[in-house]
Each structure stands twice: as C-alpha cells, then as structure tokens.
C-alpha cells in the first residue's frame, strides 16, 4: 500500500486543519487506518485508529472530543479532522495502513505515508 498524507499546515491555537491519506496499491477496505505522530525530540504515537468499515475507532486521550478519524473506502481516503488545536498537537503526522483488524500499536502497522506537518501557534 502506498500511502500519500497532505493537508497539514501552520495555524493559530484554537483553529482547525483536516488531513488527508490518499491510499493505493492494494484493497483500500482491508486496510485498518491509523494516524500517528512525532514532534521534535519525542516518540513516534498513536493519535487515532479506524476500523475497516469505519466501524470502530479510537482516539488517544489527548486528542478525544477535537478531532475526528473517518474514511471514505470509495475514494480510497482516510481523513482527519482536527478542531480546537494546540500548540501541544504540533508535529509531523502519518498515516499507517495494517492489514485486517486494527491497532493503536505503531508496531502493528506495516505502510506509512511520508508525513504532514502540523504546526500550531499560541
């Protein structure tokens, strides 16, 4: 699976950015979902996981009640959306392909797309 994330920027504190995964390669739709990220100098971590029919998703307790995993198997399209960001939600985000069932474990997840960067300001 190739995996190609877009949509990150620069915003303030307090506004929103929707990222993008455009998938390809293999079954968009046997493919669980993840984002993930990594800021300067801090491991790689789970920000959110869905299922392969949008069925189940998780969320880390950082991010829960602002941002919002979903996916569009039609167009082979995972999305994220982001609202109320923090300075704190600052870093390079991917998108992860696992096969099958899915996994809030980086581990698990065997495609990664190149990153977007997401930069808040306070």
């Known amino acids: 699976v190739q995996l190609q994330a877009s949509g990150g920027g620069l915003v303030q504190a307090g506004g929103s950015l929707r990222l993008s995964c455009a998938a390809s390669g293999r079954t968009f739709s046997n493919y669980a979902m993840g984002w993930f990220r990594q800021a300067p100098g801090k491991e790689r971590e789970i920000v959110s996981a869905?299922?392969?029919?949008?069925?189940?998703?998780y969320y880390a307790d950082s991010v829960k009640g602002r941002f919002t995993i979903s996916r569009d198997n039609a167009k082979n399209t995972v999305y994220l959306q982001m609202n109320s960001l923090k300075p704190e939600d600052t870093a390079l985000y991917y998108c992860?392909?696992?096969?099958?069932?899915?996994?809030?474990?980086?581990?698990?997840?065997?495609?990664w797309g190149q990153g977007t960067q997401v930069t808040v300001s306070s």
């Open positions: 869905i299922g392969r029919s949008s069925g189940s998703t």
């Open positions: 992860a392909a696992k096969f099958t069932f899915s996994s809030y474990y980086t581990q698990d997840y065997a495609y």
